[in-house]
T-cell receptor
Framework: ETGVTQTPRHLVMGMTNKKSLKCEQHLGHNAMYWYKQSAKKPLELMFVYSLEERVENNSVPSRFSPECPNSSHLFLHLHTLQPEDSALYLC???????????FGPGTRLTVL | GDSVTQMEGPVTLSEEAFLTINCTYTATGYPSLFWYVQYPGEGLQLLLKATKADDKGSNKGFEATYRKETTSFHLEKGSVQVSDSAVYFCALSPNRDDKIIFGKGTRLHILP
């Protein structure tokens, strides 16, 4: 595969479940990002990783836990979410933090 | 701080109409400027970019010129198609070491 892939594409979970979102980039990039996109806030940056180190956490609740085991993979671990966390979660990567970003197709998350 | 302001949508046009989506920015120094497009059910895609003043980015019939004197990067297309219906995001990168800042997005509807 090429570009940025995300799995699953759709996820429905209850408030007590634990799930993980996966992102993989095949572009040799050094920076990876998680964004939340909802009707209220069109594009909200959550986390930034550069060379596998978290360099930014934009006041995201602790029920969202990112993990970057290597420069090609990024995970978002979810637990005890709230219905207002329902949104499209987008992963992106770039060669460096200020370079153009390449996005995955997103995971549509619904919290019941 | 650095920021991007783009016109609020939705913008509704008839097919073959001329399109302008306004974008202005605030930044110190010489940022790079981008337009991204998000089609329904997909992630964002880079549409075009410009890295210095007076540069014109172009792709798929869309154009935008980096105007430092007016701090603007307006997106234009001479004749829109129904397939151009999407959300358009203006963005800037202050420098190669700092993350990209996105505008709030403008939804475009093209009527047949």
């Amino acid at each position: 595969e090429t570009g940025v892939t995300q799995t699953p594409r759709h996820l429905v979970m209850g408030m007590t479940n634990k799930k993980s979102l996966k992102c993989e980039q095949h572009l040799g990039h050094n920076a990876m990002y998680w964004y939340k996109q909802s009707a209220k806030k069109p594009l909200e940056l959550m986390f930034v990783y550069s060379l596998e180190e978290r360099v930014e956490n934009n006041s995201v609740p602790s029920r969202f836990s990112p993990e970057c085991p290597n420069s090609s993979h990024l995970f978002l671990h979810l637990h005890t979410l709230q219905p207002e966390d329902s949104a499209l979660y987008l992963c992106a990567s770039s060669q460096g933090r200020g370079w153009e970003q390449f996005f995955g197709p997103g995971t549509r998350l619904t919290v019941l | 701080g650095d920021s991007v302001t783009q016109m609020e949508g939705p913008v509704t046009l008839s097919e073959e109409a001329f399109l302008t989506i306004n974008c202005t920015y605030t930044a110190t120094g010489y940022p790079s400027l981008f337009w991204y497009v998000q089609y329904p059910g997909e992630g964002l895609q880079l549409l075009l970019k410009a890295t210095k003043a007076d540069d014109k980015g172009s792709n798929k019939g869309f154009e935008a010129t980096y105007r430092k004197e007016t701090t603007s990067f307006h997106l234009e297309k001479g004749s829109v198609q129904v397939s151009d219906s999407a959300v358009y995001f203006c963005a800037l990168s202050p420098n190669r070491d700092d993350k990209i800042i996105f505008g709030k997005g403008t939804r475009l509807h093209i009527l047949p």
